[in-house]
């Protein structure tokens, strides 16, 4: 995509080159992130520069530093905090060092002439986030003071003869007001070709039809909206006699979830997916294991299994003229200053050793790798996806694997040490937490209410605190279907298939009244998880584990109307072989999202 127009980021770390360019993009211009050190002459076809934030100092060793020849290109550029300190430097200014990093809020005055450019829009006074830490504090020739604040007397500045401008504070995340407006002042000054998503599904048929040549594609469909929408894409570009979908079914989807997708490409009149039901496979695999990370590695071996033996099956060998297709987007593909600065690439499943040898052979084709994730969900809705199928909460790969905890004996605690007056039971299953950076395995420990629909204040504080004080316990539910401690029966088991069915019919009430109440768009992720107790033998719990997160690393548990808990509870109950359910309130950390 080199030859375009685009609003170049130099990601100098932190996380905010993606929030900036996906930001850009929704303003209706192509953006692209580069590495700092890009050179000027790979910068050629930049419309214009932003030097992102990002958490060195200046005079940290080996902080990041960019080609200064990049201010001879003649195009608009934008330093924000990082960015701004490393072009104060390289210009001929002066940055002093701070030592307290204290994040915050912090009101700025402008004091441009009115309509400046660049702050068009804004009022005089207004509030910004910022990063204290470094600051400008003598500025580069031809730069002037275009704001100030009482903590930072150089809190933007600019040249406007040559469009170069620098902001200690950062425009682009939402605490800053009018933070997208002078974002978008910069964007307007730059000559970048305009981005839209209808545009790109145009330009990307002729790259796809240009890398693929005379082969052919075989696509892993897992249901998952990345691949769904790749699978579609190429199916509309390629034509169905040039592409091949295989959805392994483990028998670990939602209810109705293989159907689902079969019947939205059934409407698109792709008829190319071959499912292969390897539930009975997966469930061999899982008799008798119990350890959460040896289910993990059961369900992926089985995976792997199945792909090579349908794929040897079907003939979809590289030697035959098939490549391969992947769902994999632009944030997996980016080797982002943050990843590189500090030294901890992680390795995407996508880019594992075998996969990277097939794409440096030309064996491998993505074709969404330049998009976010939203601007997947709107290509998606683009090439004629169902809405609720392209915007669906996120699902593990190993899929429901992950919420039935399985366990050979009743995991009890003699003493838990807790003084609490609440009515409480230590329940007799573990479940995974986080604690710093480390993972934890403790006891979920369950209150009673007389109204269990309605969370009291002192449950939801006890969430927080228990968790991160008490060496026994990683997560608090709250308990809502026995107001009083019941006695609870605990039976052994593993993954079995009548235990998927069971939570299958859970996840589904839960689904539907998400839909119903209108909550479906705004938690991020409603985990529901099957634990192996009861009241009666053989019975066992259902968790209700609803989520706010903007990216899964941290989360809150989201607080559920008192009347949707209640008829969730009420219709779970009635699944015969369910006797109790439990609302979880703790957040991440300490817990995890998921309970395994
Ligand atoms: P945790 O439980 O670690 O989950 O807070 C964070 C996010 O990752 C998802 N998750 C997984 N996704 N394979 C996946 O593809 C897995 O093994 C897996 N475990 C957790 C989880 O659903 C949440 O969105």
Redesign the pocket.
Known sequence: MEHRRSIVILDFGGQYAHLIASRVRRMGVFSEIREPETSAEDLKHAAGIILSGGPQSVYDKGSPQGDPQIFDLGVPVLGICYGLHWLTQTLGGEVKGGKVKEYGRTEIESTAPKDFGLLQGCPKNFTVWMSHGDEAVKLPKGFERIATSDSCENAAFADSARNFFALQFHPEVTHTEHGLTILKNFVGLCDADPWSIESYAKHIGEEIRRDVGDNKVFMLVSGGVDSTVAFTLLNEVLGADRVQGLLVDTGLMRKDEVKMIKDAFDVLGITNLHVEDASEEFFRALDNVYEPEDK?KAIGNTFLDVQKRVSAKMGLTTESGWMLGQGTIYPDTIETGATKHADQIKTHHNRVEAIQKMIDKGLVIEPLKDLYKDEVRRLGEELGLPHDLVWRH?????GLG?RILCAKEAMSVQDAGLHIDVSHAVLPVKS?G?QGDGRTYRHALALFSHDPFSVPENHWKLATEIPNKNKNISRVVQCTSHSEVPSFVFTPDFLTRERADLLREADNIVLEEMRRSGLYESIW?F?VVLLPFGTTKNGQSIVLRPID?SD??T?NASSLPPDVLKRMTERILKISGIDCVFYDLTS?PP?????E
Request: proline residues 19%; charged residues 15%; glycine residues 10%.
């Open positions: 993990r996120p699902f593990p790969g190993p992950v995974v986080v992720q985990p997160s899964a690393m989360a991440k817990g995890t999202i998921e309970w």
